[in-house]
């Protein structure tokens, strides 16, 4: 299993961008799949995820509203649509993947997200 995130950069608060992360390896249909972030200095933190593809999704407080969690037909890739971005949510952004049953998780390499104010 191999988690491959983009879409990081840097934006004016405000702004929107998109991050993706591609999944390969296997089928990730019934996998859950999320976004974790990690300011400089703080323990890493949940954003959102997507239990399956086509079910439901869940969102940290801080970014419910502005953020939007999706996937792809064929479930293997997510995204994480930004939008109206603060200073706050500068961080590095990782994806995760979750084996079913056994809860065993796949991380991605992370994409760099910086918001000027």
């Known amino acids: 299993v191999q988690l491959q995130a983009s879409g990081g ?3 004016q608060s ?4 998109r991050l993706s992360c591609a999944a390969s390896g296997r ?3 019934n996998w859950a799949m999320a976004w974790f972030r990690q300011a400089p200095g703080k323990e890493r ?3 959102a995820v997507s239990i399956w593809s ?3 999704t869940y969102y940290a407080d801080s970014v419910k509203g502005r953020f939007t969690i999706s996937r792809d037909n064929a479930g293997n890739t997510v995204y994480l649509q930004m939008n109206n971005l603060r200073p ?3 961080a590095d952004y990782y994806c995760t993947a ?3 049953f056994t809860g ?3 991380w991605g390499q992370g994409t760099q997200v910086t918001v000027s104010s």
């Open 9 to 11: 950069g840097l934006v």
């Open 14 to 17: 405000g702004g929107s961008l």
């Open 27 to 29: 089928t990730f249909t």
């Open 45 to 47: 933190e949940f954003v």
């Open 54 to 56: 086509g079910g439901s």
């Open 88 to 90: 706050a949510d500068t």
């Open 98 to 100: 979750r084996r079913p």
């Open 104 to 106: 065993q998780d796949f």
